[in-house]
Nanobody, 124 residues
Framework: QVQLVESGGGLVQAGGSLRLSCAAS????????VGWFRQAPGKEREFVAG????????HYADSVKGRFTISRDNAKEMVYLQMNSLKPEDTAVYYC?????????????????WGQGTQVTVSS
């Protein structure tokens, strides 16, 4: 299995930027598609962005398209989520997750491995 650890969350003003990192260890990292999900208080966990094993295929939720960018470095076993033009509605705990699917999906149950999450708070 693979272990995932997120970092980079924090408090930022609306319009600001943050870069989240997801560090992987364990089995061959490049065997996993990776997704970023988020969960706000009282809401269901939702898909934010996903990247395929090779990094050639990327999917984004409509709510973050044009503002967030997902990338990965398989040599370093890292996945990143660059978040720009942040809005208060982006406030949530952000999780990275690993899936054995070839391409990223938007369904949380397709992901077997999860990190502990990192809090992102955007003030207005």
């Amino acid at each position: 299995q693979v272990q995932l650890v997120e970092s980079g969350g924090g408090l930022v003003q609306a319009g600001g930027s943050l870069r989240l990192s997801c560090a992987a260890s364990g089995r061959t990292f490049r065997s996993y598609a990776v997704g970023w999900f988020r969960q706000a208080p009282g809401k269901e966990r939702e898909f934010v962005a996903g990247i395929s094993r090779s990094g050639s295929i990327k999917h984004y939720a409509d709510s973050v398209k044009g503002r967030f960018t997902i990338s990965r470095d398989n040599a370093k076993e890292m996945v990143y989520l660059q978040m720009n033009s942040l809005k208060p509605e982006d406030t949530a705990v952000y999780y990275c997750a690993g899936s054995t699917t070839v391409v990223p999906t938007t369904t949380p149950t397709d992901y077997a491995y999860w990190g502990q999450g990192t809090q992102v708070t955007v003030s207005s």
